[in-house]
């Protein structure tokens, strides 16, 4: 707010001890209040946009954050080692353990389980777990009882206390029986209480967001493993659980310092210390993050769109108020003080359509949240985030800054630059002569920026930076051209830098992914806007060329002719529509293309997943579908087991803090059958050859491309073949270096990492167990409908490989929905902006429309030139931003950035209904305005200009 | 109630009143007014005595109160706007002080606007608007937009506009107003070349001398003509039209 208040001190100073000034400013504003709306609500939505783009991103934070709440409490590290004989070697290393940054310590042992009610019909939680701790030390673990969600006392035997998401999936309810599954046996537990998710009673270590918790009494874990029937499960875990000095939050700041003095007291046994506190946090300030970024880059098209709408209202308003600030100028009104009325004006606007435009956002935010919370939430594996509208102030005040500034700013320069005219030529209303050719002195700036461009272009070839070599290039042309326009007729030299700079544009992207560079969604924004700059310029150049041949083919139009006549007669104010519809086209455009290529691959995603397989199936790690068994079912004809994970990315190229990401153990099956595809086989001759390769080294490794990215869109690090990285296993902390041999496609199926089942062995030990499995079976849905029945008591799960790349797939729908949804909002600033320059031209031309009507013009002929003025322009910026968007994607797709296989499709419907809608909108707005210029009586507007 | 044989233009008790919230004021009272074809009539009179307001009630820019106006007896206000827009358009011409030219339009652009109109061809629409800039001595100015001319230039353009389409009568409204005494000199004697050629032309104006150009000076006062008659030494180019009796 400093910001707001130390920008504001000028027009402040001029408001206040300028009364003449003051004056001119304030009914100038006050003057048409319904103008003034407008003026508001034309440049409202750039805050609007921003503090949207800012609350998506705080709900997404608060969000994940919350998690850390409900799944953990006063836990900030988790301390977990294989089997419950490391129970005792734990509890006695930490027992006395008296560190400053640690109040507490929790003993727990877990395992996962399958649960179901024992009711008809049976309702199951195949991803659940059995709990045992101490209620009464539970509860007094962190310091704050009411944090750890615990109340009563422990379970007794055959009795179980259970999780709120757990008793809903169930539908059970204190009194009554359910079933747990494990190490091929089950217990029949009577719920004793339902204790809501929050602390240790929501306690979850793993991605999903419902906590499926099954307390029981101590000893029942135990007893269950020793009387287990299979022997490939995964063993129980004993768990220490850690609270730091702290809050929920403020807790995790010590988990560094805590985990070191944990290590110590641990030093030599086989453990894990997790820090999942500081995942969970650190992962709601990314996601917060890169969601803000990402909504606030591409709503980036939709600002600019309102500062050129900002621009051309402030150029309709000077034009209008021409000759009265020539009078002004000429009775001794000085350059600045005039700048300084006009600028004061503008700060009225600027300081209403921020506070407004703030909101506006807030409701914008809540909206998209609303929109977004179902896509978010809808995952199979219950991995999604449940969204919880919230927002910071500080994003808001934020919001309302940005706003504010890029207002003032365009207010400022707008007005400085307006404030340039010749006092004579504004009090006689006569137009601006042609400019001159440029100055020598800029014709060297030029050079000199030419130069610079130079330059940047070597600094992004050497650096590989993809923004430099964009606008490198773009500087050289564009600096070139005051230059050239001294020696050559300006007309050729715009239209020749405007061409190159549209085909140098379309042309870098090929041009830096062969280069092996680097690029986010910025890379989309700056190229839109250099894309749409340059489109403008060259059509501005041929305006009158376009505007003749449209005349020709309605020569006998008159309202075809006038409604022609003004935008081709003033073509700074044309451009500048013609820009703002065009950036909100192009990105438009841009998102359902992209949206169409993407959805058109479900063919294309399948076969790269499926391999030979066409079933993925998952089950309890400590009680295990027998694949061996059911790869001799009829139906099978083939099965690869593999053993899935999480494991800790400690180290790899670009790391700069350790990342948890899925890892999975296979063996020679998955490849003998024919395992995905991979896109990169690095130095072997098959991808068969590679994944035998990874079978028969343990370290080596398969990642997919997009490993360790986390901001969607292109991976923002390139991993490379023989690329090392470091995984540590979540449970056991033993640590593996495994070297990339191969790149695999999409990872639809969340495999993660792939590795030998040797070296899942050596990392996790006897958890190394068979959980899922892929599958080739003569009837994919049938097999995959009945298996959870089948396997019930093995928390068995199935799906085709298909139904998994149709989630996906629709899920990715949904999110570019989504999106477009969001970036049609700058077709509210296109439409609202024809609109508001619609009413002013109806205003500033009232006289012309009474001369006109006074001559024989019908009432509809005025009101169609209008209709014909804003069609026109609206036409143009819809063609320029839609070929455009179409050009630069298929220059993409020319280009392996998104996977080598992505074909070039045109979505007609798609497109047809936005240019149509567009079109329509446009018209729409036009039409009160041209309804209100077609009333003008000719006797009362020439008797009056206003 | 003046002799109305083959008059062109009937003012007929035409009254007008303009409302300013609680306030009214008459700005016509009773006007009778006939005009034959080829008269050269002078609107004259004080500021606020109601001129241009006869102008635009009598050409039917303007609503009026009571009364009727008709044009080659044709009740213009019995007409629908799109009626007597299109009557407009076939039948007269204006001359405004401020020239009103459309800025985004040449000099010959311009001039066409009432041939489109009228619905003749394009290219015949050029050919014909050309030929009046060329006789109003703008033959070289074809392609010029209004900022581009002179004051004079302007209104010579206006006045072009107001003859291409060939129409039986013609208004200017202070036609000189904007002009100095040298080129007003040069419109006032080209209007009277196109008066002696046959066209009708009604001037209001509060300048003397533009009056005086005029064959019949019609004088008003508060809404209502006080004098009509000869201009003295003035030749009617038209029937006579006896002096109009103020109410």
Known sequence: MIIVAVLSLPFLYVLVCKPVLRRLALRN????????????????????IMTGSFVVGDTFNASIRRMAYEQLGPVDEIVSANGLAAASTLQSRLAGLHDPNIDGTLALTSTSASAASTTTPVRAAPKAQLLETEFSAARRFGGDPHATGISGATPGPGAAVIGSDLARTLKVKPGADIDAFAYGTSLTLRVDRVLPKLGIAGYWSGDETASNNVFVSPGTIAGIFARRSVTAAAPPQSIVLVSNVGGVEAGAKRTAVATQALGDRLAGVAVNINDRKETVLDRAERSGQSLSRLYTSLGTFAVLAGILLLVNIFFMLADE????????????????????????????????????????????????????????????????????????????????????????????????????????????????????????????????????????????????SFLALMLGPVVVFVGLGPMLARNFPRTSVNTGIGAVVIVWAVAVVPVAIALDMSFDVLVFVVQGLVLVGAAVVLTAQHQQAIGQGIGRVAKRSLSVRLGLAYPLARRFRTSMTLGMFALV?????????????????????????????????????????????????????????????????????????????????????????????????????????????????????IVESSFLASDGGPPSAVIKIGDRFTARDGTSGRFRTFEIAAISTQDVADNGVLFGMPAARDLFGARAVANRAYLDVSDPDAFAAAFAGRFLANGGQAQTIRGIVQDAMAQQQQ?????????ALGLVVGVAGIGVIMVRAVRERRRQVGVLRALGFQAAAVRGAFVVESAFVAVEGVAIGTVLALVCAWSITLSDAFGDSLPFRIPFVAIGLLVVGTFVCALLATAAPARSAARIQPAVALRHAD | MTDQTDALLVADCVRKTYRTGAEEVAALRDVELVVHEGEFVSIMGPSGSGKTTLLNCCSGLDDIDGGRVLLDGVDLHALSDARRTANRAACMGFIFQAYNLIPVFNAVENAELPLLLAGVDANEARRRASETLDRVGLGARLKHRPAELSGGEQQRVTVARALAGRPRLVWADEPTGALDSETAEQVMQLLRELNADGLTLIVVTHDDVVGSSANRAVKMRDGRIVSDGLVAGAVSSAIPAAPTSAH
């Open chain 1, 29 to 48: 504003a006050v003057r048409r209040p319904r103008e003034t709306a407008l003026v508001i609500l034309g440049s409202l939505l750039g805050t609007a």
């Open chain 1, 321 to 464: 108020r021409k000759s009265e600030l020539g009078m002004l100028r000429a009775v001794g009104l000085r350059r600045s003080s005039l700048v300084g009325a006009f600028a004061a004006e503008g700060w009225c606007y600027a300081v209403l359509s921020a506070i407004a435009g703030t909101f506006v956002g807030l409701g914008l935010g809540r909206a998209l949240m609303a929109a977004a919370a179902t896509l978010f939430a809808k995952r199979g594996d219950e991995t999604g985030i449940v969204l919880h509208f919230a927002f910071k102030w500080a994003s808001v005040e934020r919001g309302l800054v940005v706003g504010f500034v890029i207002a003032i700013v365009t207010v400022g320069l707008t007005s400085v630059w307006l404030s340039r005219f010749n006092i004579i030529r504004a009090i006689r209303d006569i137009t601006e002569p042609p400019s001159r050719k440029p100055h020598r002195r800029l014709g060297y700036l030029g050079v000199v920026a030419a130069a610079l461009g130079l330059l940047l272009t070597g600094f992004g070839v050497a650096g590989s």
């Open chain 1, 585 to 701: 086209v192009f990105i438009l455009v841009l998102v359902s293309v992209f949206a169409s290529m993407f959805g058109g691959q479900i063919g294309q995603f399948t076969r790269d997943a499926s391999g030979g397989f066409n079933v993925i199936v998952q089950s309890n790690p400590s009680n295990p579908v027998a694949f061996d068994a059911l790869a001799r079912d009829p139906d099978v004809r083939a099965a690869a087991p593999l053993a899935t994970e999480k494991v800790q990315i400690t180290a790899a190229p670009g790391l700069t803090q350790s990342r948890e990401w899925g890892a999975t153990g296979f063996d020679a099956r998955f490849a003998d059958h024919g395992a995905p595809k991979l896109d990169d086989a690095g130095s072997y001759p098959s991808d068969a050859a590679a994944y035998r390769a990874v079978v028969a080294s343990p370290n080596l490794a």
């Open chain 1, 815 to 823: 999110f570019f929905l989504l999106m477009r949804s969001y970036l």
